[in-house]
Protein backbone atom coordinates (compact mmCIF):
# COMPACT_ATOMS: atom_id res chain seq x y z
CA UNK A 1 0.00 0.00 0.00
CA UNK A 2 1.59 3.24 -1.36
CA UNK A 3 0.33 5.68 0.84
CA UNK A 4 -1.25 5.23 4.98
CA UNK A 5 -4.30 7.51 5.24
CA UNK A 6 -6.40 7.67 7.99
CA UNK A 7 -9.58 9.68 7.55
CA UNK A 8 -10.65 11.48 9.76
CA UNK A 9 -13.42 13.96 9.45
CA UNK A 10 -16.74 12.20 7.66
CA UNK A 11 -17.89 14.72 5.11
CA UNK A 12 -21.37 12.98 3.65
CA UNK A 13 -21.52 9.64 2.89
CA UNK A 14 -18.03 9.63 0.98
CA UNK A 15 -15.90 9.46 3.74
CA UNK A 16 -17.05 6.04 5.48
CA UNK A 17 -16.25 4.78 1.78
CA UNK A 18 -13.12 6.55 1.72
CA UNK A 19 -12.35 4.90 5.27
CA UNK A 20 -13.00 1.03 4.29
CA UNK A 21 -10.91 1.51 0.51
CA UNK A 22 -7.81 3.03 3.04
CA UNK A 23 -8.12 0.55 4.96
CA UNK A 24 -8.49 -2.38 2.45
CA UNK A 25 -7.21 -1.28 -1.35
CA UNK A 26 -4.28 -2.18 -2.20
CA UNK A 27 -4.07 0.88 -4.57
CA UNK A 28 -6.05 3.42 -2.39
CA UNK A 29 -5.07 6.67 -4.23
CA UNK A 30 -6.07 4.91 -7.66
CA UNK A 31 -9.67 4.19 -5.97
CA UNK A 32 -10.31 7.16 -4.03
CA UNK A 33 -9.59 9.44 -7.22
CA UNK A 34 -12.63 7.37 -8.49
CA UNK A 35 -14.48 7.77 -5.84
CA UNK A 36 -13.65 11.70 -5.68
CA UNK A 37 -14.84 12.43 -9.70
CA UNK A 38 -17.76 10.41 -8.42
CA UNK A 39 -18.85 12.31 -5.41
CA UNK A 40 -17.71 15.72 -7.28
CA UNK A 41 -16.67 17.37 -3.60
CA UNK A 42 -13.33 17.74 -1.99
CA UNK A 43 -12.30 15.26 0.74
CA UNK A 44 -11.06 16.28 4.11
CA UNK A 45 -8.34 13.75 5.65
CA UNK A 46 -5.40 13.38 7.85
CA UNK A 47 -2.19 12.30 5.87
CA UNK A 48 1.10 10.77 7.31
CA UNK A 49 3.90 9.68 4.50
CA UNK A 50 7.45 9.54 4.39
CA UNK A 51 8.97 10.61 0.97
CA UNK A 52 11.04 7.79 -1.22
CA UNK A 53 13.34 8.51 -3.24
CA UNK A 54 11.36 9.08 -6.03
CA UNK A 55 9.02 11.66 -4.55
CA UNK A 56 12.23 14.27 -4.94
CA UNK A 57 12.29 13.14 -8.12
CA UNK A 58 8.21 13.57 -8.17
CA UNK A 59 9.04 17.62 -6.74
CA UNK A 60 11.29 18.34 -9.76
CA UNK A 61 8.84 17.30 -12.04
CA UNK A 62 5.97 19.23 -10.05
CA UNK A 63 7.97 22.44 -10.68
CA UNK A 64 9.16 22.07 -13.78
CA UNK A 65 5.65 21.67 -14.84
CA UNK A 66 4.33 24.89 -12.71
CA UNK A 67 7.73 27.26 -11.96
CA UNK A 68 10.11 26.81 -14.22
CA UNK A 69 12.46 29.53 -13.25
CA UNK A 70 12.58 27.12 -9.51
CA UNK A 71 14.65 24.47 -11.58
CA UNK A 72 17.50 24.82 -10.21
CA UNK A 73 16.50 24.05 -6.65
CA UNK A 74 14.58 21.31 -7.78
CA UNK A 75 17.42 19.70 -9.17
CA UNK A 76 19.19 19.91 -6.39
CA UNK A 77 16.49 18.06 -4.42
CA UNK A 78 16.09 15.35 -6.87
CA UNK A 79 20.06 14.64 -6.79
CA UNK A 80 20.36 14.86 -3.04
CA UNK A 81 17.08 13.52 -1.54
CA UNK A 82 16.90 16.28 1.16
CA UNK A 83 16.38 19.39 1.95
CA UNK A 84 18.40 22.33 3.87
CA UNK A 85 17.68 25.33 5.63
CA UNK A 86 17.82 27.16 2.12
CA UNK A 87 16.58 25.36 0.27
CA UNK A 88 13.85 23.76 2.83
CA UNK A 89 9.87 22.01 3.25
CA UNK A 90 8.31 24.86 3.52
CA UNK A 91 8.32 26.05 0.07
CA UNK A 92 8.59 22.89 -1.97
CA UNK A 93 6.96 20.08 -0.19
CA UNK A 94 3.59 21.71 -1.35
CA UNK A 95 5.26 21.06 -4.65
CA UNK A 96 4.55 17.16 -4.05
CA UNK A 97 1.63 17.48 -2.31
CA UNK A 98 -0.37 19.38 -4.74
CA UNK A 99 0.81 16.95 -7.12
CA UNK A 100 -0.30 13.73 -5.31
CA UNK A 101 -3.45 14.67 -3.22
CA UNK A 102 -4.76 17.79 -5.21
CA UNK A 103 -8.67 15.94 -3.67
CA UNK A 104 -8.16 16.88 -0.31
CA UNK A 105 -9.58 20.33 -0.03
CA UNK A 106 -9.39 22.89 3.41
CA UNK A 107 -9.25 21.32 6.62
CA UNK A 108 -6.71 18.39 5.18
CA UNK A 109 -3.40 18.04 7.12
CA UNK A 110 -0.54 15.91 6.04
CA UNK A 111 2.71 15.24 8.32
CA UNK A 112 5.39 14.75 5.46
CA UNK A 113 8.30 12.70 7.09
CA UNK A 114 11.28 13.82 5.19
CA UNK A 115 15.17 13.87 4.75
CA UNK A 116 17.22 17.50 6.43
CA UNK A 117 20.78 18.36 5.68
CA UNK A 118 20.64 19.90 8.99
CA UNK A 119 22.75 21.30 11.63
CA UNK A 120 26.29 20.27 12.30
CA UNK A 121 26.68 19.12 15.54
CA UNK A 122 28.33 21.55 18.11
CA UNK A 123 31.90 19.71 18.15
CA UNK A 124 32.10 20.12 14.10
CA UNK A 125 30.28 23.75 13.84
CA UNK A 126 32.68 25.42 15.64
CA UNK A 127 35.08 25.09 13.25
CA UNK A 128 33.19 25.91 10.40
CA UNK A 129 31.67 28.91 12.23
CA UNK A 130 35.19 29.90 13.28
CA UNK A 131 35.95 33.98 13.43
CA UNK A 132 38.12 34.65 10.77
CA UNK A 133 41.32 37.53 10.77
CA UNK A 134 42.65 38.08 7.24
CA UNK A 135 46.23 39.55 7.71
CA UNK A 136 46.79 42.86 6.01
CA UNK A 137 50.50 44.70 5.19
CA UNK A 138 50.83 45.79 8.02
CA UNK A 139 50.45 42.95 9.65
CA UNK A 140 53.15 40.92 8.09
CA UNK A 141 55.72 43.65 8.59
CA UNK A 142 55.40 42.19 12.39
CA UNK A 143 57.37 39.09 11.04
CA UNK A 144 60.29 40.75 9.61
CA UNK A 145 61.27 43.57 6.97
CA UNK A 146 61.60 40.81 3.76
CA UNK A 147 58.26 39.64 5.08
CA UNK A 148 56.54 42.66 4.87
CA UNK A 149 57.98 44.08 1.64
CA UNK A 150 55.89 40.98 0.18
CA UNK A 151 52.99 40.67 2.15
CA UNK A 152 53.22 36.98 2.16
CA UNK A 153 55.40 33.51 4.11
CA UNK A 154 57.93 31.81 2.28
CA UNK A 155 60.32 28.69 3.29
CA UNK A 156 62.24 30.23 6.24
CA UNK A 157 59.23 31.93 7.41
CA UNK A 158 57.15 29.41 8.30
CA UNK A 159 53.62 31.03 9.14
CA UNK A 160 53.32 27.46 11.70
CA UNK A 161 56.76 29.23 13.49
CA UNK A 162 56.07 32.86 13.37
CA UNK A 163 51.67 33.15 13.67
CA UNK A 164 51.65 32.06 16.94
CA UNK A 165 53.92 34.96 18.06
CA UNK A 166 52.06 38.00 16.74
CA UNK A 167 48.31 36.88 16.45
CA UNK A 168 48.57 38.15 20.73
CA UNK A 169 48.92 41.46 18.91
CA UNK A 170 46.70 41.50 16.03
CA UNK A 171 43.80 39.88 18.04
CA UNK A 172 43.63 41.28 21.46
CA UNK A 173 39.74 40.21 22.74
CA UNK A 174 40.51 36.59 22.35
CA UNK A 175 39.09 34.08 25.26
CA UNK A 176 39.49 30.39 25.97
CA UNK A 177 38.50 28.68 23.73
CA UNK A 178 38.33 31.08 20.83
CA UNK A 179 38.87 29.64 17.44
CA UNK A 180 39.95 31.90 14.67
CA UNK A 181 40.23 31.17 11.14
CA UNK A 182 43.47 32.51 9.95
CA UNK A 183 43.64 34.34 6.40
CA UNK A 184 46.94 34.69 5.16
CA UNK A 185 49.20 34.44 2.06
CA UNK A 186 52.01 32.23 1.30
CA UNK A 187 54.36 31.19 -1.66
CA UNK A 188 56.83 28.49 -2.31
CA UNK A 189 59.52 30.45 -4.14
CA UNK A 190 61.59 33.06 -1.98
CA UNK A 191 61.63 36.80 -2.39
CA UNK A 192 64.68 37.43 -3.80
CA UNK A 193 66.32 40.92 -2.58
CA UNK A 194 68.71 42.83 -5.55
CA UNK A 195 71.86 43.50 -4.43
CA UNK A 196 71.87 47.18 -5.46
CA UNK A 197 70.08 49.11 -2.82
CA UNK A 198 67.73 51.81 -3.82
CA UNK A 199 68.68 55.21 -5.14
CA UNK A 200 67.22 59.04 -4.17
CA UNK A 201 65.80 60.38 -7.01
CA UNK A 202 64.25 63.44 -5.69
CA UNK A 203 64.79 64.86 -1.97
CA UNK A 204 63.84 67.90 -0.42
CA UNK A 205 64.75 68.98 3.59
CA UNK A 206 64.02 72.44 3.73
CA UNK A 207 67.15 73.06 5.36
CA UNK A 208 67.04 76.96 4.50
CA UNK A 209 64.07 78.34 1.90
CA UNK A 210 61.33 77.37 -0.08
CA UNK A 211 63.37 78.50 -3.44
CA UNK A 212 63.68 74.47 -4.36
CA UNK A 213 59.46 74.20 -4.67
CA UNK A 214 56.76 76.13 -6.27
CA UNK A 215 54.88 77.92 -3.74
CA UNK A 216 51.13 79.51 -4.34
CA UNK A 217 48.51 81.69 -2.84
CA UNK A 218 44.93 81.22 -4.79
CA UNK A 219 43.46 82.48 -1.83
CA UNK A 220 44.43 84.54 1.04
CA UNK A 221 47.73 86.81 0.12
CA UNK A 222 48.30 87.43 3.81
CA UNK A 223 49.26 83.96 4.71
CA UNK A 224 51.43 81.24 2.53
CA UNK A 225 53.62 78.69 2.67
CA UNK A 226 56.95 79.89 4.59
CA UNK A 227 60.10 78.69 5.72
CA UNK A 228 60.54 77.78 9.61
CA UNK A 229 62.78 76.07 12.22
CA UNK A 230 62.35 75.12 15.67
CA UNK A 231 65.49 74.19 17.82
CA UNK A 232 67.54 71.85 15.23
CA UNK A 233 64.60 70.96 13.05
CA UNK A 234 63.58 73.03 9.75
CA UNK A 235 60.38 72.46 7.39
CA UNK A 236 58.41 74.61 5.37
CA UNK A 237 55.28 75.73 6.90
CA UNK A 238 52.23 76.80 6.36
CA UNK A 239 48.69 78.14 9.00
CA UNK A 240 45.80 80.02 7.75
CA UNK A 241 45.66 81.97 11.46
CA UNK A 242 46.21 85.46 12.02
CA UNK A 243 44.73 87.19 14.57
CA UNK A 244 42.08 84.10 13.95
CA UNK A 245 41.14 81.93 11.35
CA UNK A 246 41.36 82.76 8.27
CA UNK A 247 40.18 81.79 4.23
CA UNK A 248 43.29 80.41 2.60
CA UNK A 249 44.07 77.83 -0.48
CA UNK A 250 47.73 77.84 -0.96
CA UNK A 251 49.88 75.28 -2.51
CA UNK A 252 53.42 74.01 -2.27
CA UNK A 253 54.43 71.81 -5.68
CA UNK A 254 57.79 70.14 -6.11
CA UNK A 255 59.88 70.32 -9.10
CA UNK A 256 59.64 68.21 -12.09
CA UNK A 257 60.25 64.23 -10.86
CA UNK A 258 61.31 61.54 -13.85
CA UNK A 259 60.90 58.33 -12.48
CA UNK A 260 62.58 55.12 -14.23
CA UNK A 261 60.83 51.92 -15.07
CA UNK A 262 61.14 48.44 -13.99
CA UNK A 263 62.16 49.64 -10.41
CA UNK A 264 60.41 49.95 -7.47
CA UNK A 265 59.40 53.86 -7.01
CA UNK A 266 58.32 55.16 -3.21
CA UNK A 267 57.53 57.89 -1.59
CA UNK A 268 58.50 58.96 1.79
CA UNK A 269 57.06 62.40 4.07
CA UNK A 270 57.81 63.63 7.36
CA UNK A 271 55.34 65.77 8.19
CA UNK A 272 53.11 67.42 11.17
CA UNK A 273 49.72 68.57 11.73
CA UNK A 274 48.48 70.54 14.67
CA UNK A 275 44.73 72.02 14.95
CA UNK A 276 43.27 70.73 12.43
CA UNK A 277 39.86 69.60 14.76
CA UNK A 278 39.27 66.79 12.31
CA UNK A 279 38.63 69.02 9.21
CA UNK A 280 40.84 66.71 6.63
CA UNK A 281 39.43 67.84 3.76
CA UNK A 282 41.67 70.82 4.27
CA UNK A 283 44.69 68.89 4.13
CA UNK A 284 45.84 67.07 0.58
CA UNK A 285 48.37 65.67 -1.23
CA UNK A 286 48.21 65.10 -4.61
CA UNK A 287 50.48 64.09 -7.91
CA UNK A 288 50.05 65.58 -12.03
CA UNK A 289 52.08 64.48 -14.83
CA UNK A 290 51.02 67.92 -16.61
CA UNK A 291 51.77 70.68 -14.38
CA UNK A 292 53.68 73.03 -16.29
CA UNK A 293 53.80 76.16 -14.16
CA UNK A 294 49.94 76.70 -12.96
CA UNK A 295 48.05 74.85 -10.29
CA UNK A 296 44.64 75.57 -11.82
CA UNK A 297 44.90 74.23 -15.03
CA UNK A 298 46.60 70.63 -14.28
CA UNK A 299 45.27 67.83 -13.59
CA UNK A 300 46.07 66.89 -10.19
CA UNK A 301 45.19 62.58 -8.51
CA UNK A 302 45.34 62.67 -4.68
CA UNK A 303 47.42 60.06 -2.88
CA UNK A 304 46.22 61.30 0.45
CA UNK A 305 44.96 57.76 1.44
CA UNK A 306 47.96 55.85 0.45
CA UNK A 307 50.02 57.84 3.40
CA UNK A 308 50.26 57.46 7.24
CA UNK A 309 48.94 60.95 7.89
CA UNK A 310 49.60 62.83 11.22
CA UNK A 311 46.77 62.86 13.74
CA UNK A 312 46.44 66.45 13.21
CA UNK A 313 46.56 67.51 17.06
CA UNK A 314 50.75 67.36 17.56
CA UNK A 315 53.24 69.12 16.59
CA UNK A 316 55.35 65.47 15.92
CA UNK A 317 56.26 64.71 12.98
CA UNK A 318 55.07 61.23 11.66
CA UNK A 319 56.93 59.61 8.72
CA UNK A 320 54.36 58.12 5.67
CA UNK A 321 56.37 55.03 5.04
CA UNK A 322 56.55 53.66 1.83
CA UNK A 323 53.90 55.03 -0.50
CA UNK A 324 54.58 53.22 -3.66
CA UNK A 325 54.16 55.35 -6.88
CA UNK A 326 55.16 52.62 -9.72
CA UNK A 327 51.93 53.46 -10.86
CA UNK A 328 54.02 56.58 -12.86
CA UNK A 329 56.93 54.49 -13.42
CA UNK A 330 58.00 56.61 -16.57
CA UNK A 331 56.74 59.68 -15.98
CA UNK A 332 57.69 62.79 -14.72
CA UNK A 333 55.58 64.23 -11.77
CA UNK A 334 55.04 67.20 -9.92
CA UNK A 335 54.10 66.58 -5.46
CA UNK A 336 51.73 68.90 -4.10
CA UNK A 337 51.02 69.38 -1.44
CA UNK A 338 47.44 71.93 -1.51
CA UNK A 339 46.54 73.74 2.35
CA UNK A 340 42.60 74.83 2.90
CA UNK A 341 41.74 77.11 6.01
CA UNK A 342 38.65 78.26 6.94
CA UNK A 343 37.11 81.25 9.16
CA UNK A 344 36.25 79.10 11.55
CA UNK A 345 39.60 76.82 11.57
CA UNK A 346 42.69 77.56 10.50
CA UNK A 347 45.45 73.94 10.81
CA UNK A 348 49.02 74.29 11.47
CA UNK A 349 50.53 72.07 8.28
CA UNK A 350 54.67 71.71 8.61
CA UNK A 351 57.12 69.79 6.07
CA UNK A 352 60.55 68.86 7.07
CA UNK A 353 61.08 65.97 4.34
CA UNK A 354 60.56 64.82 1.01
CA UNK A 355 61.86 62.08 -0.36
CA UNK A 356 61.72 59.71 -4.03
CA UNK A 357 63.83 56.45 -4.43
CA UNK A 358 63.81 53.99 -6.59
CA UNK A 359 65.86 50.18 -6.87
CA UNK A 360 65.40 46.98 -8.13
CA UNK A 361 62.19 45.27 -8.12
CA UNK A 362 62.63 42.42 -5.72
CA UNK A 363 61.76 39.09 -7.57
CA UNK A 364 58.73 37.57 -5.69
CA UNK A 365 57.15 34.12 -5.90
CA UNK A 366 53.15 33.71 -7.12
CA UNK A 367 51.31 33.78 -3.21
CA UNK A 368 48.56 31.70 -2.71
CA UNK A 369 45.65 32.11 -0.10
CA UNK A 370 45.38 29.45 2.90
CA UNK A 371 43.74 29.39 5.85
CA UNK A 372 44.69 27.76 9.36
CA UNK A 373 42.53 27.40 12.40
CA UNK A 374 43.73 28.58 15.94
CA UNK A 375 43.12 28.37 18.74
CA UNK A 376 43.38 30.80 22.06
CA UNK A 377 44.01 28.89 25.34
CA UNK A 378 45.54 30.62 28.37
CA UNK A 379 47.05 33.46 26.36
CA UNK A 380 48.49 31.78 23.80
CA UNK A 381 47.64 30.96 20.08
CA UNK A 382 47.81 27.10 18.92
CA UNK A 383 47.31 25.36 15.37
CA UNK A 384 44.65 23.05 16.07
CA UNK A 385 45.90 19.74 14.85
CA UNK A 386 44.58 17.55 12.34
CA UNK A 387 41.84 20.61 11.20
CA UNK A 388 41.96 21.28 7.82
CA UNK A 389 40.50 24.18 5.89
CA UNK A 390 40.30 23.43 2.59
CA UNK A 391 42.05 26.47 0.02
CA UNK A 392 41.49 27.22 -3.28
CA UNK A 393 44.48 25.74 -3.92
CA UNK A 394 43.34 22.43 -2.47
CA UNK A 395 40.05 22.48 -4.86
CA UNK A 396 42.32 22.66 -7.88
CA UNK A 397 44.34 19.70 -6.85
CA UNK A 398 40.96 17.74 -6.82
CA UNK A 399 39.66 18.92 -10.13
CA UNK A 400 36.24 19.53 -11.04
CA UNK A 401 35.80 21.43 -7.44
CA UNK A 402 38.72 23.92 -8.37
CA UNK A 403 36.31 25.74 -11.18
CA UNK A 404 34.31 27.52 -8.33
CA UNK A 405 36.65 26.24 -5.12
CA UNK A 406 33.41 24.10 -3.46
CA UNK A 407 31.50 21.48 -3.95
CA UNK A 408 28.06 21.01 -4.99
CA UNK A 409 25.17 18.13 -5.51
CA UNK A 410 27.37 17.67 -8.74
CA UNK A 411 30.83 17.29 -7.37
CA UNK A 412 30.05 15.63 -3.40
CA UNK A 413 32.51 16.12 -0.65
CA UNK A 414 31.94 12.28 -0.06
CA UNK A 415 33.74 11.90 -3.53
CA UNK A 416 37.25 13.86 -3.27
CA UNK A 417 37.93 14.38 0.67
CA UNK A 418 38.98 11.00 0.81
CA UNK A 419 41.55 11.45 -1.60
CA UNK A 420 42.69 14.98 -0.40
CA UNK A 421 43.34 12.87 3.22
CA UNK A 422 45.37 10.08 1.03
CA UNK A 423 47.89 12.81 0.41
CA UNK A 424 47.49 14.60 3.70
CA UNK A 425 48.10 11.28 5.53
CA UNK A 426 50.35 8.65 3.20
CA UNK A 427 51.42 6.40 5.94
CA UNK A 428 48.15 6.75 8.27
CA UNK A 429 46.25 3.78 9.83
CA UNK A 430 43.28 3.05 11.07
CA UNK A 431 42.07 5.45 13.39
CA UNK A 432 43.50 8.45 12.48
CA UNK A 433 40.92 10.99 12.01
CA UNK A 434 40.81 14.41 10.83
CA UNK A 435 38.57 17.28 10.30
CA UNK A 436 37.76 19.06 7.22
CA UNK A 437 36.32 22.35 6.23
CA UNK A 438 34.80 23.09 3.17
CA UNK A 439 32.53 24.52 1.27
CA UNK A 440 29.39 23.19 0.02
CA UNK A 441 27.36 25.48 -3.05
CA UNK A 442 23.54 25.08 -2.52
CA UNK A 443 21.59 27.69 -4.17
CA UNK A 444 23.98 29.70 -1.75
CA UNK A 445 27.35 28.85 -0.47
CA UNK A 446 27.97 27.44 2.97
CA UNK A 447 30.80 26.57 5.16
CA UNK A 448 30.79 22.75 6.44
CA UNK A 449 32.91 20.89 8.38
CA UNK A 450 33.06 16.96 8.50
CA UNK A 451 35.34 14.43 10.26
CA UNK A 452 36.94 11.52 8.33
CA UNK A 453 38.20 8.63 10.47
CA UNK A 454 40.46 5.91 8.70
CA UNK A 455 38.47 2.79 8.46
CA UNK A 456 39.69 -0.40 6.94
CA UNK A 457 42.22 1.69 4.98
CA UNK A 458 39.27 3.78 3.94
CA UNK A 459 38.22 7.46 4.66
CA UNK A 460 34.25 7.27 6.36
CA UNK A 461 32.50 10.40 7.47
CA UNK A 462 32.20 10.38 11.10
CA UNK A 463 28.65 12.15 10.82
CA UNK A 464 25.69 12.31 8.48
CA UNK A 465 24.11 15.37 7.91
CA UNK A 466 21.50 13.96 6.65
CA UNK A 467 18.63 13.31 9.15
CA UNK A 468 14.54 12.62 9.20
CA UNK A 469 12.52 14.62 10.26
CA UNK A 470 8.77 15.67 10.16
CA UNK A 471 6.88 18.75 9.12
CA UNK A 472 3.38 19.90 8.87
CA UNK A 473 1.34 21.09 5.72
CA UNK A 474 -2.29 21.56 5.66
CA UNK A 475 -4.25 22.86 2.94
CA UNK A 476 -5.14 26.60 2.58
CA UNK A 477 -8.81 28.28 3.25
CA UNK A 478 -7.36 30.95 0.74
CA UNK A 479 -5.83 28.98 -2.46
CA UNK A 480 -7.12 25.32 -1.66
CA UNK A 481 -3.63 24.88 -2.20
CA UNK A 482 -1.33 23.21 0.33
CA UNK A 483 1.20 24.69 2.15
CA UNK A 484 3.30 25.04 5.22
CA UNK A 485 1.49 24.49 8.55
CA UNK A 486 2.46 27.05 10.98
CA UNK A 487 2.00 25.01 14.29
CA UNK A 488 3.98 26.37 17.06
CA UNK A 489 5.92 24.76 19.71
CA UNK A 490 6.50 26.92 22.26
CA UNK A 491 8.40 25.03 26.30
CA UNK A 492 7.64 26.76 28.73
CA UNK A 493 10.51 28.36 30.67
CA UNK A 494 10.99 29.38 34.78
CA UNK A 495 10.05 32.65 33.96
CA UNK A 496 6.26 31.21 32.61
CA UNK A 497 5.68 29.23 35.76
CA UNK A 498 6.86 32.49 37.91
CA UNK A 499 4.09 34.89 35.68
CA UNK A 500 1.13 31.81 36.49
CA UNK A 501 2.20 32.13 39.99
CA UNK A 502 2.37 36.25 40.23
CA UNK A 503 -1.02 35.94 38.10
CA UNK A 504 -2.66 33.68 40.86
CA UNK A 505 -1.52 35.84 44.06
CA UNK A 506 -3.00 38.48 42.22
CA UNK A 507 -6.51 37.73 40.90
CA UNK A 508 -7.00 34.30 43.37
CA UNK A 509 -5.41 34.58 46.22
CA UNK A 510 -8.47 33.53 48.27
CA UNK A 511 -8.41 30.45 46.02
CA UNK A 512 -4.85 29.83 46.50
CA UNK A 513 -3.73 27.68 49.41
CA UNK A 514 0.44 28.02 49.09
CA UNK A 515 2.15 29.94 51.23
CA UNK A 516 4.90 29.65 49.39
CA UNK A 517 6.10 32.56 47.10
CA UNK A 518 7.56 30.57 44.48
CA UNK A 519 4.32 28.40 43.71
CA UNK A 520 0.56 28.16 43.63
CA UNK A 521 -2.14 25.60 44.82
CA UNK A 522 -4.91 27.44 41.85
CA UNK A 523 -3.44 26.05 38.78
CA UNK A 524 -0.76 24.09 41.10
CA UNK A 525 2.37 25.86 38.74
CA UNK A 526 5.71 26.20 40.57
CA UNK A 527 8.57 28.79 40.06
CA UNK A 528 10.84 26.28 42.60
CA UNK A 529 10.67 23.46 40.46
CA UNK A 530 9.93 24.77 36.98
CA UNK A 531 6.63 22.74 36.83
CA UNK A 532 3.19 21.72 37.32
CA UNK A 533 2.25 20.08 40.37
CA UNK A 534 -1.27 17.41 39.33
CA UNK A 535 -1.64 16.99 42.74
CA UNK A 536 -1.89 20.66 43.72
CA UNK A 537 -4.93 22.35 41.58
CA UNK A 538 -7.97 23.71 43.12
CA UNK A 539 -10.45 20.83 42.49
CA UNK A 540 -13.15 23.05 43.11
CA UNK A 541 -12.52 25.23 40.16
CA UNK A 542 -11.55 22.58 37.69
CA UNK A 543 -12.41 18.85 37.07
CA UNK A 544 -9.26 17.65 36.50
CA UNK A 545 -5.59 19.29 36.37
CA UNK A 546 -5.86 19.20 32.62
CA UNK A 547 -8.08 21.35 32.19
CA UNK A 548 -6.19 23.57 35.45
CA UNK A 549 -3.35 23.71 33.27
CA UNK A 550 -4.84 24.81 30.12
CA UNK A 551 -6.36 27.09 31.57
CA UNK A 552 -2.97 28.65 33.44
CA UNK A 553 -1.52 28.21 29.40
CA UNK A 554 -4.30 29.39 27.45
CA UNK A 555 -4.74 32.70 30.03
CA UNK A 556 -1.45 33.62 31.17
CA UNK A 557 1.41 31.97 29.24
CA UNK A 558 0.50 32.22 25.52
CA UNK A 559 -1.26 35.55 26.24
CA UNK A 560 2.01 36.86 27.91
CA UNK A 561 4.38 35.70 24.82
CA UNK A 562 2.07 35.99 21.52
CA UNK A 563 0.06 39.09 22.10
CA UNK A 564 -0.24 39.51 18.41
CA UNK A 565 -0.78 36.31 17.20
CA UNK A 566 -3.03 35.95 14.55
CA UNK A 567 -5.60 33.75 13.85
CA UNK A 568 -4.28 32.33 9.87
CA UNK A 569 -1.02 32.39 8.68
CA UNK A 570 -1.30 31.81 5.06
CA UNK A 571 -5.08 30.76 4.96
CA UNK A 572 -3.81 28.38 7.54
CA UNK A 573 -5.34 27.78 10.99
CA UNK A 574 -2.91 28.62 13.55
CA UNK A 575 -2.28 26.55 17.09
CA UNK A 576 0.81 26.74 19.17
CA UNK A 577 1.52 23.99 20.96
CA UNK A 578 3.41 24.43 24.42
CA UNK A 579 5.44 21.95 26.55
CA UNK A 580 5.69 21.78 30.35
CA UNK A 581 7.14 19.86 33.07
CA UNK A 582 4.80 17.95 35.68
CA UNK A 583 4.94 16.19 38.60
CA UNK A 584 2.53 13.66 40.36
CA UNK A 585 4.51 11.86 42.51
CA UNK A 586 7.23 11.25 39.50
CA UNK A 587 8.43 13.55 36.71
CA UNK A 588 6.71 13.97 33.59
CA UNK A 589 6.38 16.01 30.08
CA UNK A 590 3.39 16.95 28.32
CA UNK A 591 2.32 19.22 25.49
CA UNK A 592 -0.64 20.49 24.86
CA UNK A 593 -2.68 22.16 21.66
CA UNK A 594 -4.39 25.32 21.27
CA UNK A 595 -5.85 27.57 18.60
CA UNK A 596 -5.56 30.97 17.88
CA UNK A 597 -8.89 32.88 17.72
CA UNK A 598 -9.59 36.30 17.11
CA UNK A 599 -8.28 38.79 20.12
CA UNK A 600 -6.53 37.15 19.92
CA UNK A 601 -7.70 34.20 22.68
CA UNK A 602 -6.24 30.03 22.67
CA UNK A 603 -8.39 27.85 22.91
CA UNK A 604 -7.11 24.64 24.47
CA UNK A 605 -8.01 21.29 21.30
CA UNK A 606 -8.54 18.99 23.98
CA UNK A 607 -7.89 15.91 22.02
CA UNK A 608 -4.33 16.52 21.26
CA UNK A 609 -2.86 16.43 25.14
CA UNK A 610 -0.22 14.39 24.72
CA UNK A 611 2.15 12.63 26.75
CA UNK A 612 5.68 12.86 25.73
Same mark, same amino acid.
Given at each position: ??????????????????????????????????????? /??????????? *???????????????????????????????????????????????????P @???????A?????????????????A?????????A???????????????? =??????????????? *?I??? /????????NY?????????? =?T?????????????????????? +??????? =????????????????????????D?????????G???????????????????????????????????????????????N?P???? @?????????????????????????????????T???????????E?????????????????????E????????????????????????????????????????????????????? +???????????????????????????????Q??????? +??????????????????????????????????????????????????????Y??????????????? @? /?????????????????????????? +????????F??????????S?????? =???????????????
Amino acid at each position: MKKNISIMKKIFSIFILLGFIILNACDPVGDIYDEIDDA /EIPAVADVEYT *LTSDDYATILDAIMATNPSDSINGQFIAANEFFTDEISIQDYVPYFLNEEYP @WLGPGSTAKITYNYNGDMPADLAMYAEASKYELDAADYTMVGALVGEVSYFF =EGYSPDAFLPEILPD *LITDA /ENGDLYRINYMYSDIVPVVP =ETPPVEVYSEEFTADLSAVDTFSI +VGDDQKW =EFDSYGSDTYAKMSGYSGGAQENEDWLVTPDITLGTGVNIFLNITQAINYLNDETEQIDILISTDYAGDVTTANWTSIKADINMPTGDS @WTFVESGDVSLNDYEGETINIAFKYLSSSTNAATWEISEIQVTEGEKIIEGEPYELNDIYEFSNGMWEKASNVHYLNPKDYNAMGAPGSYDNFSDSELPQDYIPKYLDNMYPTAGDGQSAI +VIYKYYAGTTMTLADEYTLTAGEWVSSYSYVQQQTGQFA +VSANTELWVFDPTETYTMTSEDYQAVVEYVKANFADKDESTYDDSEYYYGASYYYDNFDLRNFNSEEFDD @W /EEAVADAISTIVLPDNYPNATVLVNG +VQMYYKVVFATYSGAAGTYSMKFKVE =EGPTFTFVEESTTLL
